[in-house]
């Protein structure tokens, strides 16, 4: 049988199944919630800065602790710029990670008795000394480099140290060619830089937003959802892309519901429109851009009566959307979006948005994209790193613009093939349910059956800890220091994380694990402390603070340095780009052998009786790490398949039934689904959030609840600038008997 054999129950060492009466009842979400609002006893508590965890927006916070050490609440911080002293409901409700009963409890290890594979609980000392004697065995075998780290979120950076110091640079996170990747591409080729996070979108003060595919509101990205609902109140102008009738779209002045997959279509057109009808801002394109002559011929062919003919949108619509863009112009935003890898031709349409705002004058402009700052936190006092012979850029090399690590070039580099120059050999993976949220679970699994040594810190028993060969339980982020928050914003602003109470059960921070693995591996001189703290005080220091003002404060706004918000009509400004210009028309591309201006190209559709499968985000939940938070779950504990009522019609659906699916693959879902009929979704194609459909039991409140639409994208189309995952193109056919009748999952 297969090393890597998921484990699922019967792991021994895991004993005691979680009571069902469960959390549950006693902290079920809307009465914590509830007695949230209602408690007002804010000065009785003890408050510890902090910031979120629970999504990549890092709201800052403080944990409010009562006389026992009970976590009472966690509140935003007021001089916040990721939250403005407001937390969403899942920041809110980050203290069910913290009581989480399912929680990871003690280190792991796999073992085999009675012939078959499951867990044994180990202390930290066991478990440690087997990853330093497995890693080094592979680094004096292989090299380091064979050594891969997968991470995603805070503790990602502590074992990045970890890894530059033992000699690996062989790192990837979904969140580049699963997420962003595309836009930070394209946008990095068009205005020469980053989008980054928190985006630079001056929403608060914008005219007119438009919202291509991106779903603000469902992605609860904090600000932008405040600044979105502020816009609004001042008469914003929203226009909304989406085949589905999302939050947002139905708070927008023009909702577009296109044809999936056709969105560069529709860019295209409105660029004409707006060259055409001469309503483009033509002081701002002559003196920033290149390559606008170009772009005007390119786009002269793209009338909005073709565009109609691909997108399903009329051409007087696109005219009048294209019309109150320029209106607002230059205080417009068209949004890059987040999760951006759809079709694999996402840095182009990345590229067709960034032209859009540069022909619109938006980019450095009020209303439109801000200049973003941050503060450089100093680095830690530690030996140079030692230079690797390969790494994540070596392994993607056949992407040319690729600014990360491609989580799934790491894993094919896994799969043992005598070509491959790279291989990797292990993974630590880190904060990442990589197997509800890299795509091809076939492959994935594959590569994880030939690594020789498997290693994953989570806190929880997500799916992905079921393949590992050692676990280790992290304490959540509400029990532990973490690295200094600097993250761009209008003006820059540091904010720290502290523990609020002791770490539960045997778990500990990651920084911790990392120097241990570092110490045993024979790098400590990288670890020069005993305590994270050390570190962060260090830091401060050096940046005019101190932890105890931090600890009092929470965040610490500095002015900006780097110049103007916004650009400065008077003086001329130089593009961090190749040419110093906006690049309409890119050469980088062009020498490449890539489109130097976006393309339309059609992308396969749905046969009969197949729906393409569209998925999102629901503001209770991120991904899949929130699903059997007990806080998020009480609000939500499974996905929906929204349907067409003309679907429904054709297949003899009603909202409410069981469903399963199966993909043009012949995978078929593990799970049901419960069908929501809706006007909201188009007939061509059905909506599911993601991040449900776990398959671990140890989940006690999220295993098996909806389906999981990772499991069903086996079919991938790659983006050959910088290899992202194109995830849209797949398609299911909706079944209502149980295929799995006689089998046990
Ligand atoms: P999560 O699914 O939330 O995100 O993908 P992931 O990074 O895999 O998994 C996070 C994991 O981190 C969970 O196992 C959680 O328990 C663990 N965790 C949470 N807090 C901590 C902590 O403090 N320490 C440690 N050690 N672990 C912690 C996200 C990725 O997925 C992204 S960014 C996007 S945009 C993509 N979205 C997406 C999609 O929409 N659909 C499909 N099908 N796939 C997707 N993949 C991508
Ligand atoms: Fe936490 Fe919500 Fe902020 Fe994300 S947006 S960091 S979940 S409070």
């Known amino acids: 049988t297969s090393r890597r054999k998921f484990i699922k129950i019967s792991a021994l060492g895991l004993g005691g199944v979680a009571a069902t009466t469960s959390a549950l009842n006693m902290f079920g979400a809307n009465s914590y919630l509830d007695e949230l609002v209602k408690e007002n006893v804010t000065e009785k508590l003890k408050r ?108 990602g950076a502590h074992l990045e140290h970890l890894y530059k110091a033992i000699g690996s640079d062989t790192i990837a996170e979904p969140a580049y060619a699963q997420c962003r990747g595309p836009r930070e591409t394209g946008f990095a080729l068009t205005f020469g830089s980053w989008v980054g996070s928190p985006e630079p979108t001056d929403i608060r003060d914008t005219k007119c937003l438009v919202l291509i595919g991106s779903h603000i509101g469902e992605n609860m990205h904090n600000t932008q959802v405040q600044e979105m609902s502020e816009a609004i109140d001042n008469g914003a102008t929203i226009i909304t892309v989406d085949p589905r009738f999302s939050t947002a779209a139905s708070k927008s002045t023009h909702w577009l519901a296109i044809k999936p997959a056709t969105d560069i279509a529709l860019m295209l057109a409105w660029m004409h429109v707006l060259i055409e009808e001469n309503l483009y801002d033509k002081e701002y394109v ?45 205080s417009v935003i068209v949004h890059p979006g987040r999760h951006v890898t759809w079709y694999g031709d996402d840095t182009q349409r990345a590229r067709a948005m960034a032209s859009l705002n540069a022909l619109l004058g938006s980019w450095g402009r009020r209303g439109g994209f801000y200049f973003k700052e941050k503060i450089s936190v100093p680095t830690f006092p530690h030996p140079a790193y030692p230079h690797p012979k390969w790494g994540w850029h070596d392994i993607g090399e056949k992407y040319p613009l690729a600014q990360m690590g491609i989580t799934t070039e790491v894993v094919k580099a896994s799969i043992p093939n005598p070509e491959n120059k790279y291989p990797v050999k292990a993974w630590l993976v880190a904060g990442t349910n990589i197997t509800k949220s890299i795509p ?44 200094i928050r600097s993250a761009t914003n209008r003006e820059p602003s540091i904010a720290v994380r502290v523990p609020a109470v002791p770490p539960k059960y045997d778990s500990k921070p990651t920084w911790w694990i990392a120097k241990q693995i570092g110490e045993r591996m024979g790098v400590g001189n990288y670890f020069n402390y005993d305590d994270f703290e050390e570190v962060i005080e260090w830091q401060l220091q050096k940046m005019g603070t101190s932890l105890d003002e931090m600890k009092k404060i929470g965040v610490k706004n500095f002015p900006r340095t780097s110049g103007p918000l916004y650009l400065d009509e008077n003086s001329t400004y130089e593009f961090p780009t190749q040419s110093g210009k906006i690049e309409l028309y890119s050469q980088e591309l062009k020498d490449l052998g890539f489109d130097p201006m976006p393309n339309y190209t059609k992308h396969p559709e749905p046969e009969q009786g197949f729906y393409r499968l569209n998925y999102g985000r629901a503001p209770m939940h991120t991904f899949s790490r929130t699903a059997n938070n007990p806080n998020l779950n009480d609000l939500k504990s499974e996905n929906n398949l929204w349907v067409n009522p003309k679907v429904a019609r054709i297949l003899g659906l009603k ?91």
């Open 48 to 155: 510890t800065a902090t910031y979120c965890e629970v999504c990549f927006w890092k709201c800052a916070g403080w944990t409010y602790t009562n006389e026992d050490g009970a976590i009472k609440k966690i509140i935003g911080n007021d001089n916040d710029p990721h939250c403005y002293g407001r937390l969403c409901p899942r920041g809110t409700g980050g203290v069910g990670m913290y009581n989480d009963e399912d929680r990871l409890k003690t280190p792991l290890i796999r073992t085999t008795i009675n012939g078959e594979e499951t867990f044994r609980e180990a202390s930290w000392e066991e478990a440690l000394d087997l990853i330093a004697e497995k890693f080094n065995g592979i680094k004096e075998k292989y090299g380091a480099e064979s050594l891969g780290l997968l991470k995603h979120g805070a503790p």
């Open 286 to 330: 002559e003196k920033y851009a290149l390559g606008f002559k170009e772009l005007k011929e390119h786009v002269s062919q793209y009338t909005p009566e073709w565009a109609y003919g691909v997108t399903t949108i009329k051409p007087e619509e696109i005219r009048k959307t294209a019309r109150a863009m320029a209106h607002a112009s230059p």
């Open 440 to 483: 091809n679970k076939k492959l994935l699994l594959e590569a994880m059956d030939a690594l020789e040594f498997m290693v994953v810190i989570d806190t929880m028993p997500m799916d992905v800890t079921g393949y590992a060969d050692v676990v280790l339980p992290e304490c959540t982020y509400l029990e532990r220091y973490d690295g």
């Open 655 to 745: 909202t409410g039934q069981e469903v399963w699916l199966k993909n043009q693959d012949d995978i078929i879902s593990t799970f049901s689904i419960k069908v929501r009929v809706t006007e909201r979704v188009r007939w061509d194609s059905v909506y599911m959030v993601h991040g449900f459909g776990h398959n671990n039991k140890k989940l006690s409140r999220a295993f098996g609840k909806g389906i999981n639409d990772t499991q069903l994208i086996s079919k991938i189309a790659v983006d050959p600038i910088m290899g992202g995952t194109g995830m849209r193109g797949n398609f299911v056919a909706i079944l209502t008997e149980n295929p799995h009748k006689n089998t046990e999952i």
